[in-house]
């Protein structure tokens, strides 16, 4: 699942919480894929790590209110317990109300399958518990990203690394050269022969500034001043997507 979608669904999940709906946990795993035991759970009983074989005299189910965005997965775990609350580890037979609105695997692995509701049941030992699912539309996309500009300023800043155990440490480096190459289009397109856009020597705060650049891809060569202890770098970027950019060069020592 894309990575988007997951947000989106994640962001919708928890705004319909904030209404009082529990979400559960969301996954994006199909159903037969998943181990789990379904008398699994949180502990609560004050007997932490210890399980059972039963019988089972309660199930509680969590989430008891599921809300599943249409389409994706989502998990309900059946808390098993017998008569001294100790959680029993034993598999139960799952079932759902309506299969054509979401469908429940074997570990209560729940799909969103339609817009709806539907009562998702367990049966361990003959007790049955039941959770309540909704299935709500899945959020819109985002928009995509904003198109590469056709035009744009640039500010290359050259920073010097400076020895010793913080690496961190930078100095600007006033006096260097800056020489620019665009070397492709705005669609990403790489250009038969790169196309001089200009040099600029870097001020007292260790910057180059050049004005109305057309978008595309470029290539950076910094080349510190005579005597400098740096060594001259070259770096680059891909088509700016902002009016005003800038990108920090750094020179090191050779």
């Known amino acids: 699942m894309k990575g988007w979608m997951l947000c989106g669904i994640v962001a919708a999940v928890a705004a319909l ?6 979400s559960g946990r969301l996954l994006g795993v199909d159903p037969a894929a998943s181990r789990g035991q379904s008398g699994g759970g949180t502990d609560t009983s004050g007997t932490s790590g210890q399980t059972s074989n039963g019988p089972v005299v309660s199930i509680t189910m969590f989430p008891a209110n599921l809300v599943l965005p249409l389409g994706s997965y989502g998990e309900i775990v059946a808390d098993a317990r017998d008569a001294a609350g100790v959680r029993v580890n034993k598999n139960g037979t799952w079932r759902s109300s309506n299969d054509a609105v979401a469908t429940v695997g074997d570990t209560g692995v729940v799909f969103g399958k339609a817009l709806g509701s539907a009562t998702v049941y367990v ?6 518990d039941s959770a309540n699912v909704m299935v709500v539309p899945a959020p819109p996309p985002p928009p995509p990203p904003p198109a590469p500009v056709t035009e744009f300023n640039l500010t290359v800043v050259a920073n010097g690394a400076l020895p010793g155990a913080d690496t961190s440490r930078v100095e600007r480096v006033a006096g260097a050269t800056v020489t620019l190459e665009r070397r492709g289009g705005i669609s990403g397109d790489t250009l038969q022969t790169p196309e001089p856009a200009g040099s600029a020597v870097t001020d007292a705060n260790g910057q180059a500034v050049f004005k109305k650049l057309v978008g595309g891809t470029y290539s950076i060569r910094v080349t510190p001043p005579a005597g400098s202890p740096y060594a001259e770098t070259t ?20």
């Open 17 to 22: 919480g904030a209404c009082g709906s529990d």
């Open 123 to 128: 049966t361990i030992d003959g007790h049955t």
């Open 235 to 254: 770096s680059g970027f891909a088509p700016p997507r902002q009016s005003d950019i800038t990108v920090p060069v750094t020179l090191r020592r050779p």
